[in-house]
């Protein structure tokens, strides 16, 4: 049976999954596109279309009605669609866009790793290697990741980086050269490969991070790691509270306060901040962030709240903050993104100061680096962010722990850090 026109796959891998778990016909997609949250997104989703539609063209009209799946991005996200997970558990390629954003997001690792699981598998049924896993280099800043892993990546017609050859329209054959490798290379493993799906109970959210053990250990196995909760309100929660809910979205992990000069998520910044300092990340859900930071010592972990000052506002979650005081300490990081670019903001800096600095009693000290209760720029909070993370890494080795220190960025000279 042909792959290509959509129908599951034969009796030995369909026999993995229960009737209830089985996807509908045609929805085994031929590829899986992973990339880390905020990654160049405007150009990886062309490469995903470009891809897309290479592959029909080669399939012919109507013999796939799923082509690919664009990873929605994990890190911005406390839970990952049902949709994407089910992708993820049948596509027949799993394409990776290395970088190092995307080697230091534990979203990317567990994502690795559920496809790595159903290559083992298929070589375990059936003893053959299936090129499926198709690493592609986007910036050069992944080969050396690439290189620790062992793993080699999808040949490129040209020596620039994929992302190059994705923005400049004088690159454009060798791009259009890439995408065509990408496409015979996916359609001819869905051809040759039928890779059983991944059971029910392996996914994102219970998978190990594939690059743990290779890329996040020095040489005494410590872990780098950092841990980020994002307290702020929902659209619909503070629509009640501002007048101004431009910077909000349906999850409070979509809280934009720096636009609409800076857009992005601020966790998106934070991973980013984090990777360039060679620290893996996580985003944790607020319900689960006490216990995150009871533990930061045990799991060597390095804990950052990103707090909206305007989340003093709302009940539910100055509890939470309540709730969370008694467990934090001077090894958690704490920063309150702040845009004073916002007449509403502006307008109420004095009673949002003091609801942050009542919330979080005790930690406005003099030279608290991991302290910054307000942060008024993205240039500032990438700025504070790398300093924050610095010094709770010394403050973890002062008590006995710590994670281990990492190649980057040194933090900023310290004229930055005078106020707004």
Do not use: K
Request: glycine share 6%; proline share 9%; hydrophobic share 40%.
């Amino acid at each position: 049976m042909d792959p290509s026109d959509g129908a599951e796959p034969d009796a030995a891998s369909t026999m993995r999954q229960s009737p209830g778990d089985r996807l509908r016909p045609g929805r085994w997609p031929h590829f899986f596109l992973s990339r880390a949250p905020g990654e160049d997104d405007i150009y990886i989703a062309r490469l995903f279309s470009d891809l897309s539609a290479e592959i029909r063209s080669r399939l012919g009209p109507g013999r796939a009605t799923e082509i690919g799946y664009l990873d929605p991005g994990g890190l911005a996200r406390p839970s990952w669609p049902a949709d994407a997970q089910s992708a993820l558990a049948t596509c027949h390629a799993f394409v990776a866009i290395c970088s190092r954003r995307y080697f230091l997001s534990s979203h990317c690792g567990r994502s690795w790793s559920v496809f790595a699981s159903r290559l083992g598998e298929h070589h375990r049924l059936t003893g053959q290697s299936a090129p499926a896993l198709v690493p592609v280099v986007w910036s050069d800043s992944g080969r050396p990741f690439l290189d620790d892993l062992g793993v080699v990546p999808h040949p490129n017609p040209n020596a620039e980086e994929a992302r190059v050859l994705s923005r400049l329209s004088s690159h454009r054959p060798a791009y259009q050269e890439l995408v065509a490798s990408l496409a015979e290379r996916i359609v001819d493993t869905a051809l040759r490969h039928r890779l059983p799906p991944a059971p029910p109970d392996l996914t994102v959210d219970t998978a190990a991070d594939a690059f743990d053990r290779h890329l996040r250990t020095d040489r005494s196995g410590e872990r780098a790691r950092v841990s980020f909760a994002v307290v702020a309100g929902t659209r619909e929660q503070m629509r009640p509270i501002r007048t101004n809910i431009n910077g909000y979205g349906p999850q409070r992990e979509d809280w934009a306060p720096y636009g609409p000069a800076a857009p992005e998520p601020v966790s998106e910044r934070a991973v980013a901040v984090a990777a360039a300092r060679r620290f893996g990340s996580e985003l944790v859900p607020l319900e689960a962030v006490a216990d995150r930071i009871g533990q930061a010592r045990q799991r060597n972990e390095i804990v950052v709240l990103l707090v909206d000052a305007w989340a003093t506002q709302l009940d539910e979650l100055r509890a939470a903050l309540r709730a969370m005081h008694d467990n934090v300490d001077d090894t958690t990081a704490v920063l309150v993104p702040t845009n004073y670019a916002d007449p509403e903001t502006a307008a109420n800096r004095g009673v949002l100061r003091t609801a942050v600095l009542s919330a979080f009693a005790g930690r406005e000290r003099r030279r608290d680096l991991a302290f910054h209760p307000e942060v008024g720029t993205p240039e500032r909070f990438d700025a504070d962010l790398a300093v924050a993370i610095a010094e709770a890494q010394r403050r973890l080795l002062r008590t006995g722990r710590s994670a281990p220190a990492r190649p980057g960025p040194r933090p900023p000279a310290r004229p930055i850090l005078g106020g707004p």
